[in-house]
């Protein structure tokens, strides 16, 4: 489709693998077998919308490993950056600068905008608009394993073009935060068990939550492999189950007894029993976790689960009211010049 005349437009320059576009994900399908999708950190990709005026639900791109580099081929458009990855792009005087963590900035036509590779963990990249893509099943997120939605249902790639939201040549606003985000809370990633237990021995529960759990290389968007110490089952019959539903945060074990966690990507089926799943206010802080690390668990019921979810909407909101105008960076941030009306009038004096 040929872009409209006052539509941004950005294309991809160099890079690409590990990255693709997705938004809040395609709920309401599982039941017909659609994976879910959609970003790994919700309220990361959000305060990324925030900053460039989107609603929170915008598809953006998320990127993991190698670098890329993107062209502004049609703008101005606002872009801006979450989750600790490097950007950098032009300022007002065409220097290339690095981006100021957690502000958005305006990209002229012809602007090219670097983001750094990342070494593990996951960042956002927002643009005014939203990324504009043809929606499948009322989303824009890329699954990947049944090639569907994004950008013909893969990562991006050197050439791929695709437009956003139009933003007037008037509206240069820019917004930052107040300060770095700080709405996670800290500790063990927090479980609620089952709901396979009884297919577990005695001590496999008391072992899943005493021990540091190791995040292998073996990850991706549709889960992680953690290393540890064996996840008994009662018996060997009792590792496989007449495959069940799974949601993303499921933490089922395979007959190895090492425990495999399900994210954004996650099969609706699984034949595994399931001894946890990961409440729905930590799971983004797995959208992070890098080869290496280690995790530990602790045990929720319901009414904690349901709590910190709450805390954390609260904490998110009120991250996302502290936003307040910007200056451009390198630039003379022009509405400040005429909000605060330095010249008011002017005398003649005679001599």
């Avoid at 699984?270 to 946890?276: E, L, T």
């Avoid at 690390?293 to 009414?303: N, P, Q, S, W, Y």
């Amino acid at each position: 489709m040929k872009p409209d005349a006052h539509d941004g437009r950005l294309e991809v320059v160099r890079g690409g693998a590990g990255c693709t576009v997705q938004d809040a994900g395609r709920v309401g399908h599982r039941h017909e077998g659609v994976a879910l999708a959609g970003w790994l950190d919700g309220w990361m990709a959000g305060a990324a919308n925030a900053l460039v005026g989107n609603p929170p639900q915008a598809a953006c791109l998320e990127w993991r490993g190698p670098a890329l580099r993107l062209r502004v081929v049609q703008g101005p458009v606002r872009v801006a950056v979450a989750g600790g990855a490097a950007a950098w792009a032009p300022d007002a005087q065409a220097q290339v600068q690095p981006l100021p963590p957690w502000q958005s900035v305006l990209l002229e036509t012809g602007a090219v905008l670097d983001l750094a590779a990342l070494s593990g963990g996951c960042a956002w990249m927002a643009v005014s608009g939203g990324v504009q893509v043809a929606p499948v099943l009322g989303s824009r997120s890329t699954h990947l394993r049944t090639r569907m939605g994004g950008l013909d249902g893969r990562m991006l790639q050197p050439g791929d073009a695709f437009g956003c939201g139009a933003l007037a040549p008037q509206d240069r606003r820019l917004w930052c935060a107040a300060a770095a985000p700080d709405w996670l809370e800290a500790g063990p990633i927090r479980v609620l068990p089952g709901p396979q237990q009884d297919h577990f021995s005695a001590g496999a529960w008391a072992r899943l939550l005493a021990s540091a759990w190791q995040v292998t290389p073996a990850l991706d968007r549709m889960g992680l492999r953690l290393a540890g110490p064996a996840l008994a089952h009662v018996d060997a019959a009792a590792a496989d189950i007449v495959s069940d539903g799974v949601v993303p945060g499921a933490i089922q074990v395979p007959a190895d007894g090492q425990p495999i966690v399900l994210l954004a990507d996650a099969q609706t089926v699984g034949g595994y029993p399931k001894i946890a799943t990961v409440i729905r206010a930590d799971l983004p802080r797995l959208a992070q976790a890098r080869p290496g690390e280690r995790l530990t668990f602790a045990a929720v019921d319901g009414a904690g689960a349901r709590a910190a979810l709450a805390r954390l909407r609260v904490r998110w909101l009120a991250w996302c009211a502290a936003l307040r105008p910007a200056r451009p960076p390198g630039g003379i941030d022009e509405q400040a010049l005429y909000r605060d009306n330095l010249i008011s009038g002017m005398l003649r004096a005679e001599p």
